[in-house]
């Protein structure tokens, strides 16, 4: 069973917070929706940590 792809708000989110957590940007990317979802979770606990 092949995994949905990453949605179209979750790339945007994503290029968004790549660029606020000053890192490359991977939206371009073809993730699928649970690895797009852990990346953006990962850059908000990320920038999170910083403050």
Same mark, same amino acid.
């Given at each position: 069973?092949?995994?949905p792809?990453?949605?179209?708000a979750?790339?945007? /989110?994503?290029?968004t917070?790549?660029?606020?957590a #000053?890192?490359?940007?991977?939206?371009? %990317?073809?993730?699928? /929706?649970?690895?797009?979802?852990?990346?953006?979770? #990962?850059?908000?606990?990320?920038m999170? %940590?910083?403050?």
């Amino acid at each position: 069973m092949e995994e949905p792809m990453m949605t179209e708000a979750q790339r945007d /989110q994503l290029k968004t917070l790549c660029q606020k957590a #000053d890192v490359p940007d991977k939206s371009g %990317e073809l993730l699928t /929706q649970e690895g797009a979802q852990h990346f953006i979770d #990962d850059l908000k606990k990320q920038m999170a %940590e910083r403050k």
